[in-house]
């Protein structure tokens, strides 16, 4: 890809349920575009010295989003790269303005049933912890979903391969800079 693209002028927020691609995409988006990747989890992580898992169990989750809060503001405040969001950060209204106001935010968005078979894989995910997969996601889409739908771009993933997704959000983006206004 061209080195100075429009799509490399601002950061581009990656937003969904567990399971959807965030990460992965995101790590392969950020090298089509020749830009930085940053995983907001992996930077709460390095940020408070512990595990999400153990943050969660040892002071809950309302400390965890805070600390999530005050990790993506200060990420957003960096040159532009492809940041992968938590699956729970844009439900929060202050980031979810600052996501809108700092970075193209796109929510990537596939079928309960394809998450639930991916999210079932590992066990590292504190929200689904002796739960059922699907019964939790169905509960998070619905609570969720109304967020989401405030982000800038929505690209159904499906159950496409990481490649195939990644094109599908470099068109988005290309069709929504080429619809602003100049």
Known sequence: ??????????TIALVGLMGVGKSSVGRRLATALDLPFRDAD???EAAAGRSITDI????GE???REGERRVIARLLDQ???VLATGGGAFINPDTRALIKAKAISIWLRADLDVLARRVSRKDTRPLLAGKDPLTVLTELAEARYPAYAEADI???TGDAAHQVSVDQVIRALTAHLESQPK
């Open 154 to 156: 929505t690209v159904e």
């Open 62 to 64: 309302a400390a965890f």
């Open 42 to 44: 992996t930077e709460v």
């Open 56 to 59: 969660f169990a040892d002071l």
């Open 1 to 10: 890809m061209e080195r100075d693209t429009p799509l490399r002028h601002r």
């Open 79 to 81: 040159p532009p790269h």
